[in-house]
């Protein structure tokens, strides 16, 4: 029988698995993004959005060249759902693996990951290091800037913006938007976090 996880054992299954603070708080900042869009998009299941964002890396860190084949196996030893497992998978679609996004939950996974990076990234550069006070437009002159933030794949965010029938300025802002909510969660509220 598989199992649903909760927040919490999803939260210590990364852990598990993941060590690395950059890591985790970009597993962090996807599972708000992906909390985020659940409720944008008006879907019922906002946790599993939430938890499937949440563990969308748990391979990364130890079986970095195994990357979204390596999760399988693991979450299928803990007898999660399938649909987690595909869900999770898919988003490394086309990159290391070729489970293909089909539902839309997958779809705004796939095409979020890469963003919430250059959004992190962006935020950085900031004066402010935060996320509170960056603008869609800054993201925009970050994004055609092939030399920022290099190893974000924007082929990867706009194929997934295709997949959603989505226009790009739409999605840049609303995960603008989504990140704001976390912030302070993920180290973007600003100067006086650090």
Not at 80 to 96: L, N, V
Not at 118 to 130: C, F, G, N, Q
Not at 177 to 190: K, N, P, V
């Amino acid at each position: 029988m598989s199992v649903k996880l909760t927040r919490a054992e999803a939260w210590d299954l990364l852990r598990e698995y993941n060590k690395s603070e950059s890591l985790l708080n970009h597993a962090l900042t996807v599972e708000g993004v992906m909390r985020y869009f659940a409720r944008l998009l008006n879907q019922k299941d906002i946790d599993k959005w939430g938890i499937i964002g949440l563990l969308h890396d748990l391979d990364y860190e130890m079986y970095p060249n195994e990357h979204c084949i390596k999760v399988q196996e693991i979450l299928r030893e803990h007898d999660i759902d399938e649909e987690y497992i595909h869900a999770i998978a898919s988003h490394g679609y086309g990159i290391c693996c070729d489970i293909e996004p089909i539902h839309l939950m997958e779809k705004v996974l796939y095409t979020i990951d890469e963003l919430t990076g250059l959004i992190t990234a962006a935020a950085i550069m900031r004066p402010s290091k935060s996320v509170l006070d960056l603008e869609l437009k800054s993201v925009k002159k970050k994004y055609k800037s092939k030399g920022f933030a290099a190893g974000v794949d924007r082929t990867i965010i706009e194929n997934g913006a295709k997949m959603l029938g989505m226009d790009l300025d739409y999605i840049i802002e609303h995960t603008i938007l989504a990140m704001r909510e976390i912030a302070d969660s993920i180290g973007l509220g600003g100067i006086e976090d650090i």
